[in-house]
């Protein structure tokens, strides 16, 4: 190969860096080729030769690289999906235990003192099961919002633990990790997965 | 390789980009390597079409993704020498796929010469 022959096949090697990497690895090697027999067979060379190359790589790398974005974010997306249904059914399923707690919170409050706090207590307890089995079933349905509600939601049930913590001082360890624990968990996990859209990814 | 793919991407739709179009039509004599496809598509279009090499894998790609293109394994060409060369074949969806896209382009020229766009067809 001529000296000459030689730097055209770097600089179109180089040019091939435009190219997705694993686009590359599957085709680098004939692209060179059909490089190489375009100019030795075809006897194809000089500036109208080099701009139709250059204009070729400007034409097909990028549409190339937007497509294995999409092809990334469709994976994504499936991952998420895949994560984002365990955490909706378990939101519902802690929201239902956070019902059957308020009504243990409410017996043992009772036979402690009686008073209108203990019904005050639960009534929150019950508002904020109902947010989390809210927050788990608009998760499900993939509505178009359904990230922001699940957000509302877990905030709303944070709020309303923190107040029962107020109203209900003998509230168990097990109420309070339970109800402060998971909407932290699932506001974290919101909060991980908003980057790409939680809500467009699960109307996907 | 191919088998993987597959199942990624749909088959595309009509109509076909003028590339893919290209490339079928050169396959559907037999299996060619990317500069045999390449020849062949500006031989038959006078030098109009040239595909450049990212165009032609780039297209090449998404034909084997889709199923309308197959590997046909590596040999040398005779008249190009000893290198080994990829060989590409059409499947039997390609072909469905070509003769689609060659029916709707018949359509659209018959229109055009019915509203007198182009002249009658050469005897």
Sequence with gaps: MSAREDAAERAFRALLRAYPPDFRAGYAREMVQLFRDRRRVGHEAGMRFW?????????????????????????????????????????????????????????????????????????????????????????????????????????????????????????????????????????????????????????? | MANARKETIAPPQLPLPPATFQILLALVDGERHGYSIMREAAERSDGTVRLGPGTLYGTLKRLLDAGLVEEGGERADPEMGDERRRYYRITELGMTTARAEARRLDRVVRAARRKRLIGPEPA
């Design chain 1, 51 to 204: 701009m139709e190359i250059v204009l070729d790589a400007a034409r097909s790398a990028p549409a190339l690289r937007i497509e294995r974005l999409r092809a990334t974010g469709r994976r994504g997306n499936q991952l998420t999906e895949g994560t984002m249904r365990p955490i909706a059914i378990l939101a519902v399923l802690v929201g239902v235990v956070q019902v059957a707690n308020a009504m243990l919170e409410w017996s043992a409050g009772r036979s402690q003192s009686g008073d209108g706090y203990s019904v005050a207590g639960v009534a929150l307890g019950l508002v904020a099961a109902a947010l989390l089995v809210g927050a788990g079933i608009a998760m499900l349905r993939r509505g178009r919002d359904a990230a922001a509600l699940a957000r509302v939601a877990a905030v709303g049930c944070l709020v309303m633990v923190v107040l029962i913590r107020f109203v209900q001082p003998w509230m168990s360890i097990f109420g309070l990790l339970l109800g402060i624990g998971f909407p932290i968990a699932l506001l974290v996990f919101l909060f991980l997965t908003r980057s790409s859209g939680p809500a467009s990814r699960m109307t996907a």
